[in-house]
């Protein structure tokens, strides 16, 4: 994933300017941000990303512990790269409180794995859940411009928020209605991590309801480009 941007960093001739690939891509944000947004959106894209998440041991772990009997991958891979330095607002590195099965409108079993792409300590900012909150169903009221069914904090406890630190290769399996969020990344380093949604096509509620998608493909136009 690094090498996507260091790419684009040595092709805008930036990388005299610095001294690692930390101060490479933060460079790259400021001087040209659209090849930067670019540069994530191929990371999305990866032939091993996309690879991982079709990988025999997920796809059994889902079936066989989750339950899961016709397992359906509900959108592409998600590969976040949360830092204040690399964000043009604030939901782009600490994400709130929100239920990823208002988005999806998914299956009712509909299974989130989350992971680390490095060891991910608490300063810098790792995922954050609130433990049974998937049993309260679907509260997030909206989605909100950015897509994301954030739960309004007066429907949970504070209290009862746990951040799940995590090692490099340890994978994090809830449920889509879980309330979760980010955690706050205050070091000088990028938090690099990747997440699969998947539905059940075989679930009851989600066959009545005739397998909604709420995900649009399209091309952009030259000023979405922009």
Sequence with gaps: MQLVFWTQVVANKLDKDVDNFGEGIELLFIKNYTVFKNCGKHVQHLIDVWKLGVSKKIINYLMNVCKLQFPSICTRPVVMFSSETLATNDIYHTIPF?????????????????????????????????????????????????????????????????????????????????????????????????????????????????????????????????
């Excluded at 409108?105 to 299974?111: K, L, T, Y």
């Excluded at 989605?143 to 009862?160: A, M, R, T």
Aim: proline share 5%; hydrophobic share 35%.
């Design 98 to 226: 929100h239920q990823d099965a208002k988005s999806m409108q998914g299956s009712d079993n509909a299974i989130v794995v989350w992971f680390p792409l490095q060891n991910t300590a608490e300063d810098l900012g790792p995922l954050q859940i609130i433990p049974k909150s998937h049993k309260k169903g679907v509260i997030a009221k909206e989605i909100n411009e950015f897509g994301f069914g954030f739960v309004d904090d007066s429907l949970y406890n504070i209290k009862e928020v746990k951040s799940l630190t995590c090692n490099l290769g340890d994978i994090v399996f809830f449920d889509s209605k879980l309330i979760h969020g980010s955690g706050n990344n205050t070091s000088s380093l990028i938090r690099w991590s990747c997440q699969y949604r998947y539905n059940d096509l075989l679930d009851t509620n989600f066959i009545q309801r005739g397998y909604p998608h709420p995900y649009l493909y399209r091309p952009m136009t030259e000023e979405e480009m922009k």
